[in-house]
């Protein structure tokens, strides 16, 4: 590659829970000479993906407290521009964006002015699916838009869906986006080299379903909420469980995502947990370090939530 050369962009969209980060950290796995620099932008206000992303020589920066196809933009473009400067250092630049984020405005930072243009050149929009979840997720307007601009679309979880349900989402996909290239997976597990370096992304196409493109962005996420519950005091675990079970049987259709790390009165670990609607999962965690602050972190994205509610939810399962 001569000194020249624009770095490579990665762009990972696709909606809440769609598996991105299992699939970042299978790329980074995968990559082990590359020199990436990854961008992980959160829709909460905590970074708590920093803590499921597996940590490798990469560095990885976090754009918090919004989301990166607005109000975080500027902070985007400001890493980028540091980047610039320092541009033997990185072979490629990874960026997952928010579940929420249309994917329009992140395309169009790199299109923004010719330095940026120079420097970068977007290799791939890879969009993941959920594919259990997506009919759900369509009454949003943010995953089709992931979908449209993607070149790649990688259908994830195909573990919770019948052959014929893939078959349907296979023909309602291509009508979608009839451009982009489609796999089906589970846990992310594709070919690292159908993904990277590929230099799929066609500005010309995208610029046709959004002749926009190259305009300033305008748009807002409707009703979808995202909160954050803190507290240093410890929780009870029984306490946890039942909260817990509630919420995902009685709010799971509402409840795109929510994920956090606990401390639990009597245990020397953390304990770490996610869910995607009324799938959740639950682990034990590092043990907390003698120089750590023990904290619990809860953050909740979703529709239709009562901030209240869940707040008074989060403050039953203190210890
Ligand atoms: N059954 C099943 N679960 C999966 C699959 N891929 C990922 N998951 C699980 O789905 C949950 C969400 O995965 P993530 O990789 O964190 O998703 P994400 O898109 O990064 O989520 P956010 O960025 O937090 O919105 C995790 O509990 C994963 O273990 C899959 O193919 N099948």
């Keep these: 590659m001569s000194q020249e050369s624009p770095i490579p962009v990665t762009i990972l969209t696709g909606f809440l829970g769609a598996g991105k980060t299992t699939l970042l950290n299978k790329l980074l796995h995968d990559m082990p000479n590359e020199k990436a620099a990854v961008i992980i932008n959160e829709f909460g206000d905590t970074s708590i993906d920093s803590q499921l992303v597996i940590r490798t020589k990469e560095e990885i920066v976090e754009i918090n407290s919004g989301c990166i196809c607005c109000n975080v933009r500027g902070d985007l473009i400001s890493l980028l521009t540091d980047l610039m400067k320092q541009k033997e250092k990185v072979d490629r630049v990874v960026i997952e964006t928010t579940g929420m984020a249309n994917p329009a405005p992140v395309i169009q930072t790199f299109l923004m002015d010719e330095q940026m243009a120079d420097t970068f050149e977007i290799d791939s929009v890879i969009t993941m699916v959920d594919a ?15 979908i449209a601009f993607a070149d790649i679309l990688l259908v994830n979880k195909t573990d919770l869906i019948t052959e014929d349900e893939r078959k349907q989402l296979e023909a309602q996909l291509t009508h979608m986006n009839p451009n982009a290239h489609q796999f089906y997976t589970t846990y992310g597990n594709v070919d690292t080299k159908e993904l990277i370096g590929k230099k799929s992304f066609d500005l010309d196409y995208a610029l046709n379903i959004n002749p926009e493109l190259l305009t300033e962005p305008h ?26 079970a509630y919420l995902v049987r009685i709010k799971g259709e509402s409840l795109y995502r929510y994920k956090g790390v606990l401390s639990i009165k009597q245990m020397e670990q953390k304990v770490v947990f996610q869910g995607v609607h009324m799938l959740f999962a639950g682990t034990e965690g590092d043990v907390w370090t003698k120089d750590e602050k023990r904290k619990s972190e809860v953050v909740i994205i979703g529709k239709h939530l009562d901030h209240q509610e869940l707040e008074k939810g989060f403050q039953y399962c203190l210890a």
């Design 219 to 244: 748009h807002h996420h409707h009703h979808v909420t995202s909160f954050v519950f803190q507290d240093e005091r410890p929780l009870d675990l029984d306490k946890v469980n039942k909260w817990f």
């Design 132 to 146: 259990k979840h997506i009919e759900q997720h369509l009454q949003e307007e943010e995953p089709e838009q992931q």
